[in-house]
């Protein structure tokens, strides 16, 4: 019957042999992708709660939530503590935000990239400290810090970084402090997209520091972070409007960012003569001042917007 086979006895002990291990091999190896994926999903379930992901604005759970868990199931397996990563990503945001006071095109376009980055490893933080247990008042004290020096400073930059970007007063460290020094510099930069900054900083400063003032003159009822968002939205009668606007509102933190990378390239690409027109409305002559203009009006409104809402819920 073997040599029917068409194979001679050892031959087919061979066939038979490897036939048996390649199949023994290829059952260990779906097991454990089946294994390594119950983990992995296990790890999402831990870091990511569906309770906050449902919750959650669409740029959140189709980028941020995914890129977020794939540098949380990296850093997970290292000495990372959780607040490091906070003292990274409040960093970087720094050090984006000050790349603006160039003016340059492409270094805006880089600080708004790493802005994006930056408020990834803002997801990933907590979710590390959810999945090793690490959670803190020093990480809460770090995150509030952090958000309350970086987000006006994004906007300041901006506003600085067009103010200086048309001003002449030297093109080197020692030219400048000579012009300082003797009164020879001229500046004469877009004055208007310095306030429009300023304006936009401190708003949104205010804007989250509105509720935590709410807090301390009710702290019986205790406004979680975010959830102040949840009260404006009881002004809606039907909360399918309420997330529509939650979505895709670009006031909203996380679709701020994109929008910042996209007025960016849109001023890179007019700078590299790539693009034909930039905006030229009255006091508003550029991709960059045209930002800096709508977040400041935008913020301002929504900032006046939760006070008064705020206010009459105080009792």
Known sequence: MLYAAG???????????????????QSITDTMGREKKEAIEEMRRICQPEKKIDTAPV????????LSFLFTRMLVKTNITPNQVTWLWGVMMMVSSLLFLFGNPVLTVIGA????????LDCTDGEIARYKKKTSKRGLFLDLVNHS???????????????????NIGSNISEILSNIINGTYNIAGDLNSLFFGCLAGVT???????????NSVQPEEGLLRGQSQAVEGKMFSNPNIYRLIRDYNPLTFMNLFFFLLGFAVLNLFYSLEWLPFQPDILWIQGWIPLFLFF?????????????????????
């Open 149 to 167: 020096l970086t987000f006006p400073a994004l906007f300041i930059c901006l506003g600085a970084g067009e103010y200086f970007s048309g001003a």
């Open 113 to 120: 990239v790493g802005w994006i980055v930056g408020f990834t």
């Open 7 to 25: 194979c001679r006895p050892l031959r087919f002990l061979t066939c038979w042999f490897f036939h048996t291990a390649l199949n023994k091999h």
């Open 59 to 66: 740029i959140d759970r189709v980028f941020y939530r995914k």
């Open 295 to 315: 977040y400041a009006v935008g913020y301002t409104v929504a900032l006046a917007v939760r006070i008064v809402i705020l206010y009459r819920r105080l009792k």
């Open 204 to 214: 949104i400063l205010l804007v989250m520091l509105v509720p935590e003032i709410y």
